[in-house]
């Protein structure tokens, strides 16, 4: 054997599936199924393929092992969320766990609440084969989907807020989550410089962390002895667009707040614009929190004090669990917030 793959290696061309075939005297399929781990295989037998195969330097097409082994490439990122950049971190975070791995990563967009959500997700997995999905919020509470993916047998790891009480972790296998611990930070800092006129702009409703968000928020402020105005609690939407129409109600008042707490960095540059156009300074007359610390945060003037998300972290950690981890392992993973202090929040005017 050792001459035949002198003689192919002094032919001085590229190495194909059948020739190590033919070097090791085994049929295509057997090759087929050492490449791709099938435990079928002698334990001789792979240990020959596998010697083959590198003294002549062979590298599967990935192409070709799409077609043959679909499953083995492709991880799916399924998401409806309205914040751009959070999708974008999250991509990036798939990719840096992805890179070099061989496995591709496909995005599949999604609306949640269409009557075509789980027909069109069901089409997307039985066409795609996915060996595994990351589920974004608010989408990886929805026990349908789920289920779907228990029916599929497709291994999944959720995103989300929270890690209990959803009524969803008995058949989750892992969840990356944040424990918000940051928000209580930002409320302990809004209320211990003063603050008692403070406004607040939530999240989606229907996202678990807006609640979440908020318990976090609260409690800090509770702990210096302050509250969110009832008069002064605003809807929001996660997005630029529901944040700067928030700040403008809520900035129009006479007895306007003092501090306005938003769940997320693209509702306080909303709030940003309706203070510029309020003739308000930011920190003088306005103090503003975020949530996420997005790289909108640090291009305000001044830059935004924010609770750090470590969103492309998340993103990475979700897809090394489905590359990693056996598909079958449960496993709750919390991944911390922090309170980052910047130059948009201050002590309130005296007198105010």
């Known amino acids: 054997m050792t ?7 002094g032919r001085g061309r590229k190495a194909t599936i059948n020739d190590v075939a033919r070097l090791a005297g085994v049929s295509k399929k057997t090759v087929s199924r050492v490449i ?21 330097g062979f590298r599967p097409d990935p192409q070709a092992r799409g077609l043959a082994f679909r499953r083995a490439l492709l991880i799916g990122l399924i998401y409806d969320n309205p914040n751009a950049q959070y999708i974008v971190n999250m991509q990036m975070g798939a990719l840096d766990r992805l890179r070099g791995s061989g ?33 974004l919020p608010p989408i990886a509470e929805d026990r349908q989907l789920l289920d779907l993916l228990e029916e599929l047998n497709v291994p999944r790891v959720r995103v ?9 972790a008995a058949i989750g296998r892992e969840i990356v989550s944040c424990d918000d611990i940051g928000c209580a930070e930002a409320g302990a800092h809004v209320a211990g410089l003063g603050h008692r006129r403070i406004g607040y702009i939530g999240g989606n409703p229907d996202y678990p962390s807006a609640h979440v968000r908020r318990h976090g928020f609260e409690t800090g402020l509770a702990a210096h002895g302050a509250a969110i105005a009832p008069d002064l609690d605003e809807p929001g939407n996660y997005s630029f667009e529901s944040g700067y ?3 403008r109600r809520l900035l129009r008042r006479p007895d306007r707040p003092t501090a306005i707490i938003c769940a997320n960095d693209e509702m306080a540059a909303g709030a940003y614009k309706a203070a510029f156009e309020a003739d308000l300074r930011i920190p003088g007359d306005l103090t503003l929190i975020g949530f996420d610390d997005a790289p909108i945060a640090d291009r305000l003037s001044p830059p935004l004090t924010t609770v750090r998300l470590p969103t492309r972290d998340m993103a990475r950690m979700a897809a090394d669990l489905l590359v ?7 496993q709750t993973m919390t991944v911390p917030s922090a309170l980052i202090v910047r130059g948009s929040s201050g002590a309130p005017k005296a007198g105010l």
């Open 160 to 168: 989300t807020a929270r890690t209990s009480g959803d009524g969803n």
């Open 245 to 247: 129409a928030a700040a």
């Open 36 to 56: 791709n781990n099938s435990p079928s295989v002698h334990a001789r037998t792979r240990d020959d393929i596998a010697e083959i195969i590198t003294r002549v």
């Open 3 to 9: 001459e035949t793959i002198e003689a192919f290696l």
């Open 103 to 135: 496995i591709e990563l496909v995005v599949h967009p999604c609306t949640w609440h269409s009557e075509t959500f789980l027909s069109e997700l069901r089409d997307f997995l039985e066409s795609q084969r996915p060996s595994g999905v990351i589920v």
């Open 324 to 330: 990693s981890r056996p598909a079958t392992a449960d």
